[in-house]
């Protein structure tokens, strides 16, 4: 697990402890919390989607073959 996924996580569970459920159902779930948690809550699922999504890639990155200079600016040129 990634640092910025343990400190989202830790995050996450302090601010799950600040915010009042007004309704839960089965299909969704209603808060209450302020507009600054909400901002931190978002910041939060952000870093934890780069997190996530750089550790994808190192894992992709090491099963990678390797490539020369050349065939590294090719392959950036394509995408």
């Given amino acids: 697990m990634s640092k910025k996924s343990i400190i989202f ?10 915010m009042c459920v007004l309704e839960r159902n089965t299909r969704s779930i ?4 302020s507009p600054r948690r909400w901002d931190r809550f978002v910041e939060l699922e952000q870093a934890y989607r780069v997190a996530t999504a750089v550790v994808r890639a190192k894992r992709e990155c090491e099963t990678a073959p390797s490539m020369s200079v050349d065939e590294a600016m090719q392959f ?4």
């Fill in 9 to 18: 996580a830790a995050e996450f569970k302090k601010t799950i402890s600040t």
């Fill in 30 to 33: 209603t808060v209450r919390m």
């Fill in 76 to 79: 950036i040129k394509q995408l």
